[in-house]
């Protein structure tokens, strides 16, 4: 064998070993992040499926965003569909990049909460009444012209909403009739009537690490086709 054959060899094997590289991670290949240094993906297998993966992220100061933490997740109840289309009471979880106002839940705020963090009581409620002044909107007590049932009495969802952060979806300015009460909240026995929901141990780490001052959102949508958080 000619001198320098043997090396040569080995290193075709090594290139040939290595196979394809790595691709860049999620937030990397997303069209829009929010901007911010935190990133929370909602990601399911497709439209139909009432579970997938919620994996939390940070950006560093080179640009380069890492992988905080991953969870299995549950979604609505009859899938997802786009935030723009999405009907009240179908239980879809809408797709879409959203913020996250504030936390919330029927339990005392996780150690290293840093989001501004309300408490269950008795008489707090979510507005889901589409003739209400209060629709989409926490109002403690219900407000006059909210009707019990159209609405949340949230001290009623023990495990779900023992923690949560209020996702942004029809929030800043409601369309009656898409939809109100979607939050990222504690798992309950199966499949959601339209947030996203996790086990509590990882609500409680997402609550200890997400930072309002680093303006984190969370991207739901599923892994390809048009509601794909890659989807630009």
Known sequence: MRP???????????????????PPPLPARMADTGGGTQLITAV?????????TVTW????????????GSTPARFGANGLITG???????????TGLYGLPYAFGIKAAPRGTAYTY????????????????????????????????ESEHLITYRAQYAHALVIGFNYGRPVRGRGAGI?????????????VSV?????????GWADPARRPHIAIGTV????AVTRP
């Open 224 to 227: 390809s086709g048009n509601t």
């Open 199 to 207: 086990p509590e141990k990882a609500m409680r780490r997402i609550l």
């Open 44 to 52: 399911a297998p497709k439209r139909a499926s009432t579970t997938g």
């Open 118 to 149: 309300r408490r269950v009581h008795q008489d707090s409620w979510w507005c889901q009444d589409n003739s209400s002044r209060s629709y989409n909107r926490w109002t403690e007590p219900r407000a006059a012209d909210c009707r019990a049932a």
């Open 4 to 22: 320098g054959a043997v090396a040569l060899a080995v290193s075709s094997l090594v290139v040939l070993g290595a196979g394809p590289p790595a």
């Open 183 to 195: 939050f990222l909240h504690v798992n309950g026995r199966g499949a959601t009537a339209g947030c």
């Open 57 to 68: 992220w940070d950006r560093g100061g080179d640009g380069r965003w890492t992988k905080r």
């Open 84 to 94: 723009a289309s999405r009907k009240q009471g179908t239980n879809t979880t809408p």
